[in-house]
């Protein structure tokens, strides 16, 4: 790919569906079908890798603005694992979510972060808010440290 090629991919991306932080259900859905569009894809340029982390970010910000997340006491890595737990699944059974048992066991063992892809994957996979599987920013052990 030449250098300018990735500016211009991106650059129509943009402009086919331009994002814009998302205020109505109606937008959010429609947010959502830009993502879903772009992941059943399957392989993707680096500009649309750019592009559906940017349509991340947008539907992560509005999933937590419209949702209480203090009523979900797991989230992230460790809600995964409850889930994999509660439905009696291994490594291998989320391998279409994480592509190699090798991401797989990084992201279950804390030493990887869940991507937007693996979000938006897994979101589908059980059901659940993309919000869910976000890392909650302050950890609620740092807090009690901190007093």
């Not at 650059?11 to 993502?35: D, G, K, M, N, S």
């Amino acid at each position: 790919m030449i250098a300018g090629s990735y500016d211009l991919q991106y650059q129509e991306l943009l402009f086919t569906y331009a994002p814009r932080t998302i205020h109505t259900e109606e937008e959010y859905e429609a947010l959502q079908e830009q993502v879903d569009a772009l992941i059943d894809q399957g392989e993707l340029s680096a500009a649309e890798q750019a592009y559906l982390d940017l349509l991340g970010v947008l539907i992560s910000d509005y999933e937590a603005r419209v949702e209480d997340a203090t009523t979900f006491e797991l989230r992230g890595i460790r809600l995964l694992q409850g889930l994999m737990e509660l439905h009696e699944l291994k490594q291998i059974d989320l391998i279409s979510i994480f592509k190699t048992r090798s991401i797989a066991s990084a992201v279950l063992s804390g030493k990887r972060q869940l991507t937007v892809e693996h979000i938006n994957k897994l979101a589908a996979f059980f059901h659940l808010p993309h919000m869910l599987f976000f890392e909650p920013l302050v950890d609620e052990a740092d807090l009690s440290n901190a007093s």
